[in-house]
């Protein structure tokens, strides 16, 4: 049981991340091709995962007892293009085992 939550927390930093890779795609359709909805939708996902993926951090964090530069690296992680899935290998991984 102590791993659900930091399966959890991966699982919706993997989605956090596609979501945030999906702007690539909506992001030319909205201002390019003049079609916003998709971005809308896209945006409105994104921004559910993000704050999901903030609590589930807050938790995760007290839970495996992270320090601050952990969890700074974390934060800053959902913040960049990729950043979830490369922290995913460096710091939610080795915190499994």
């Known amino acids: 049981m102590e791993g ?11 989605m956090e991340g596609c979501s ?3 702007f690539a795609i909506t992001m030319p359709l ?3 091709m003049g079609y916003p909805k998709p971005n ?7 921004g ?4 999901l993926y903030i609590i589930l951090l807050i938790q995760v964090s007290v839970r495996y007892k992270w320090n601050f ?3 700074f690296l974390a934060f800053l992680a959902s913040l960049l293009p990729f950043g979830t899935f490369i922290a995913d290998k460096y710091l939610f991984r080795p915190a499994i085992r």
């Not at 659900?4 to 993997?14: H, K």
């Not at 809308?40 to 994104?46: L, R």
């Open 69 to 71: 530069k952990k969890m």
């Open 48 to 51: 559910v995962l993000f704050m």
């Open 20 to 22: 945030f890779l999906l």
């Open 30 to 32: 909205k201002y390019v």
């Open 4 to 14: 659900n939550a930091l399966s959890r927390f991966r699982l919706v930093a993997f």
């Open 40 to 46: 809308y939708v896209v945006g409105m996902i994104h």
